[in-house]
């Protein structure tokens, strides 16, 4: 199977961003798990902006071991259309930026 890692960048819906965090933290990240295909997930805060600033503080990334990327996001997103994988009003659905990469490299280490 293919890696591949989905960057999910995101804005909390304006004066909900402690449920936002409750929410992704507690409850979304295991609802993408869920999903053949996604085998790790992980959550981060920007600290601090390069030259020219991302659309929200909050990255998400997801690895995925799978052949078929756009399938498997595809996957994704039909959990959330049909209810199976709730999002939550406290999340800025207009503001979602994501994209999928593929290694083009081994991982290196000091």
Known sequence: MAK???IVVTNPAPGQEEEFNRWYSNRHLDDVLRVPGFVAA????L????AQSLPGPYLAIYEMETDDPAAT???LAKAAQSGEMLLSPALDTTNIV???FTPITERKTR
């Open 47 to 50: 600290t601090m902006d390069g």
């Open 4 to 6: 591949h890692v989905l």
């Open 73 to 75: 996001f595809a996957e």
């Open 42 to 45: 992980q959550r981060f805060k």
């Open 98 to 100: 994501s994209s999928i």
